[in-house]
T-cell receptor
Framework: DVKVTQSSRYLVKRTGEKVFLECVQD?????MFWYRQDPGLGLRLIYF???????EKGDIPEGYSVSREKKERFSLILESASTNQTSMYLC???????????FGQGTRLTVV | GENVEQHPSTLSVQEGDSAVIKCTYS??????FPWYKQELGKRPQLIID?????GEKKDQRIAVTLNKTAKHFSLHITETQPEDSAVYFC???????????FGKGTKLSVKP
C-alpha cells in the first residue's frame, strides 16, 4: 500500500511565524505536490516537484516556498504565516509511469 | 496555464438515479484525467481515471467518458446509493512531469 504521510494533522501558529509542513512518501514516486483546500475553491496547486531539488510554481505560490532535498520528502514552508493562510493543506505523490496521485491525510493549519 | 472547470458544484439525486458530473479543460496537451472522491474528513481517493487514447472506461457503477475534440470529460454514476454521497473532483494532467490541476469539486448528495 502506498503511504503518503503528513507530519501533523492539526497545527496552530501565530501570525509571522515560520511554518514547516512535512510530507513523506514510501513508494519512490518522482512527483510530489502541495495543494491547499478551501470551501468552494477546490484543490489549488501551490507547488509541484518532479525530481529532487526540482520545483515548479503552481497556481498560488505567493507566500510559500518548498524544499525537496530527498526523493521521499517534500516540505512546504510558510516564511511568515498570515491569517489568510489558514486552510487545509494536502500533499500528494505520483509515479511518472501510472500517474495516479495518492494523497496524505491533510494538515489543518490555523494561523491566529 | 491549465484550467479545469467542473459543473455542477452541487448535485442532489434520489437513491437509484444516475448522476453525471462534467469537466472541461483548457490545454489540449492534457493526456490524463482522474476522478477523486472525498468523503467528509478524509483524504481524496482515486475512483477512476482515463487516458487520452481512450474514449470511455467503466468500473461497475462508475464510468468516465472523454471527448478530446471538445476538451471535456464526464463522470457517470449509475444506481446511486447513499454511500456515494461525497465531494467529487476531476483533474487534468499533461506529460509525465506536468502539473495535476483539479476542478473545484461537486458535492453529491444521494437521498434514500
Amino acid at each position: 500500500d502506498v503511504k503518503v504521510t503528513q507530519s501533523s494533522r492539526y497545527l496552530v501558529k501565530r501570525t509571522g511565524e515560520k511554518v514547516f509542513l512535512e510530507c513523506v512518501q514510501d513508494m519512490d514516486h518522482e512527483n510530489m505536490f502541495w495543494y491547499r483546500q478551501d470551501p468552494g475553491l477546490g484543490l489549488r496547486l501551490i507547488y509541484f516537484s518532479y525530481d529532487v531539488k526540482m520545483k515548479e510554481k503552481g497556481d498560488i505560490p505567493e507566500g510559500y516556498s518548498v524544499s525537496r532535498e530527498k526523493k521521499e520528502r517534500f516540505s512546504l514552508i510558510l516564511e511568515s504565516a498570515s491569517t489568510n493562510q489558514t486552510s487545509m493543506y494536502l500533499c500528494a505523490s505520483s509515479s511518472i509511469v501510472d500517474r495516479q496521485a495518492f494523497f496524505g491525510q491533510g494538515t489543518r493549519l490555523t494561523v491566529v | 496555464g491549465e484550467n479545469v472547470e467542473q459543473h455542477p458544484s452541487t448535485l442532489s439525486v434520489q437513491e437509484g438515479d444516475s448522476a453525471v458530473i462534467k469537466c472541461t479543460y483548457s490545454d489540449s496537451a492534457s493526456n490524463y484525467f482522474p476522478w477523486y472522491k472525498q468523503e467528509l474528513g478524509k483524504r481524496p481517493q482515486l475512483i477512476i481515471d482515463i487516458r487520452s487514447n481512450v474514449g470511455e472506461k467503466k468500473d461497475q457503477r462508475i464510468a468516465v467518458t472523454l471527448n478530446k475534440t471538445a476538451k471535456h470529460f464526464s463522470l457517470h454514476i449509475t444506481e446511486t446509493q447513499p454511500e456515494d454521497s461525497a465531494v467529487y473532483f476531476c483533474a487534468a494532467r499533461w506529460g509525465s512531469q506536468g502539473n495535476l490541476i483539479f476542478g473545484k469539486g461537486t458535492k453529491l448528495s444521494v437521498k434514500p
